[in-house]
């Protein structure tokens, strides 16, 4: 693919064909990063759990009309990897979800660190939905269903409050190791402008 600006004995619909063949594999390479980081951002492998939400947080309210906030409670600590990534990927279906199909003005995410348990409460004030219906339109709302699975990996558990015009509350409870907390203090409120 080098040939496809500089060589001369290459016919030039085979250089255009090269040229072509090359941008959309860097542009296969940035969406691959783009889905990569997605997945596991480096800022969860870096700094934990809650600078990946305030970060999540931040870009979605900087590219939608969403008002967003974050609030933490309890002694914030690192939890282990496989936690961390569960919690975030849990969440950010919840936001996804709300984003997709909620119509909210507002959510809120709130992180509380227990003694031996991951506390995560997502609430939008959207649309909502009958719960009941929730296996009937399965196929429909896998992210619900993979927030659930997700929790039940880890030994936890998910519960969901909605109902039409109501908006939706997303609860999940992770049981924790019992580990050492961090000397960054735990922040409170956060209130993403």
Do not use: W, Y
């Not at 040229?19 to 594999?25: F, I, S």
């Not at 997700?150 to 997303?170: E, F, K, N, W, Y």
């Amino acid at each position: 693919m080098e040939c496809s600006g500089r060589c001369r004995a290459c016919p030039p619909a085979v250089a255009a064909g090269l040229a072509e063949t090359r941008l959309q594999a860097l542009d296969a390479a940035a969406r691959l990063g783009s889905l990569t980081r997605e997945l596991r951002p480096p800022v969860l492998d870096s700094f934990g759990l809650v600078p990946a939400l305030s970060s999540l947080l931040l870009e979605v309210q900087e590219e939608t009309d969403l008002d967003t906030e974050l609030q933490v409670t309890g002694e914030e600590v690192r939890l282990a990897p496989e936690i961390e990534l569960a919690a975030f990927r849990l969440i950010q279906e919840a936001v996804r979800n709300t984003l997709r199909h909620a119509e909210a003005v507002r959510l809120q995410v709130t992180v509380e660190f227990g003694p031996d348990e991951l506390g995560i409460t997502v609430a939008d004030d959207g649309r909502g939905f009958t719960i009941e219906k929730l296996d009937d339109l399965a196929t429909e709302h896998l992210g619900l269903l993979g927030m659930r699975e997700r929790a039940i990996q880890l030994g936890g558990h998910v519960q969901m409050r909605s109902s039409p015009d109501t908006g939706t509350v997303i609860e999940a409870r992770v049981p924790v190791p019992l580990r050492q907390p961090e000397q960054a203090p735990a922040p409170t409120v956060r209130k993403l402008d």
